[in-house]
């Protein structure tokens, strides 16, 4: 069973019914039961979200940052606890002065995770369900503001149950 499907374009409620979804059947982008199949579409969703995420981010600099930042993307990579992870940073000359991390979007598939998600260098787990351009391109308001993230927290201390979108017809 998927998740409720919406006639007009993805909204980040959109990536979190799909998110629970996949809690509630088991599966990963409605097909993707192993983990091989699961990293490949990881794979596929970062290389869809780098456009976006390097947009946002040059927003940031533009509009905070007067253009001094930088802007610096890893691509997937392994990480050491046998996960994916990927991660896109805007730095500039006051954060370096000042100790600070850089802004950061991270991508992460956790080697103990049923399936990836999104994150910020001080913001806690985001999900991350994109499997097409139009989906990838509805999460720009997700990376922007990283407020869903309480309630996928709420899920994650309980279970998808609490959600009635996914629990009644």
């Known amino acids: 069973m998927t998740a409720p499907a919406s006639a007009s374009a993805p909204t980040p409620t959109s990536a979190l019914l799909r998110h629970f979804a996949d809690l509630r059947d088991g599966t990963h982008g409605d097909h993707a039961r192993d983990r091989a199949d699961k990293e490949e579409l990881f794979r596929a969703a970062v290389e869809l979200l780098d456009p976006h995420a390097r947009r946002v981010l040059a927003e940031f600099d533009a509009d905070l940052l007067r253009g001094t930042g930088e802007i610096a993307a890893t691509g997937v990579r392994r990480s050491s606890d046998g996960g994916l992870h990927a991660a896109w940073t805007l730095g500039w000359p006051e954060q370096r002065a000042a100790n600070l991390q850089p802004i950061t979007l991270h991508a992460f598939y956790g080697a103990g995770f049923h399936h990836p998600h999104l994150r910020g260098g001080t913001v806690g787990d985001w999900p991350l369900n994109v499997f097409t351009a139009d989906q990838a391109a509805a999460e720009v308001p997700t990376l ?20 009635p979108a996914i629990t009644r017809a």
């Open 144 to 163: 922007r503001a990283i407020a869903s993230a309480d309630l996928h927290n709420l899920v994650f201390q309980r279970d998808f149950r609490i959600i």
